[in-house]
């Protein structure tokens, strides 16, 4: 896996058509888009706690090939404000590209579930206890049970007692809410979470497939290359 290679794949895709017209295909490559305030990225993600990420297939890489940063933000699901606040505060981008990798599950409820029962061996009786309630009850249902947004909450991070923590999840009730809760704050399963192993986009379209991962550090993905992302916000 070269370095030009893939950044002329990734960034150039749009202009790297075959005599038949059509862009390359994208085979076993997946990929992440990572934030970080470091010159260059070292793990897929850098939150506190978080053990487990989502990272795309393939599929997801064809159909990032040929776009800019901004478009590809916006392709897998975030918001024109959100880049913005994002860019305004000196966050990087960077495409992580490599190999498919050794347990990585298709991200459905089931998959990713497993996944963070595997990797939360602590709280593994609460996620099993709640899992049913988890898979059939829609993400608007679960904010009118609390009361409050998510997304607000999370913008005041840890210092918000209501941000929902390894150990706070432990301390509470230990009810379906509190573990959604969870898997909002610290596994990161957003409102664009469907469960059916493809992002939703904000407008409501299907995203690209995902898959589900250990967070890992770069250096243990073997073969990767980091594309850095020019990303700029339309006026």
Known sequence: MRQQSIERLVLGG??????????????NLYAR???????????LAEERDRRVTMVMGPSGVQRLLGKNGFDMLIELGHTA??????????????????????????????????AVCEHYPEVK???DAAAGELKRTAFEDWQNQAG??????????????RFMTVARLLESKGDALAVRRFLYHTVR?????????????????RGVREYVLENKVLASLGERVIVDLDVHVPE
Not at 14 to 27: D, M
Request: with cysteine.
């Open 148 to 161: 409050f947004k998510f997304a607000e909450v999370h913008a005041e991070g840890r210092k918000d007692p």
């Open 81 to 114: 404000e959100y880049i913005g606040h994002e860019v305004a505060a000196g966050t990087k981008f960077s495409l992580v590209v490599f190999r498919r990798q050794k347990g990585m599950r298709a991200a459905t409820w089931n998959g990713v579930l497993a």
């Open 125 to 127: 009786h609460l996620i």
């Open 189 to 205: 399963l957003t409102e664009l979470f469907s469960g059916d192993g493809y992002t939703r986009r904000h407008d409501g379209k």
């Open 33 to 43: 888009l990572v934030r970080s305030h470091r010159k260059t990225p070292v793990i």
């Open 14 to 27: 749009g202009n790297c058509q075959s005599t038949s017209g059509k862009k390359p295909r994208v085979r």
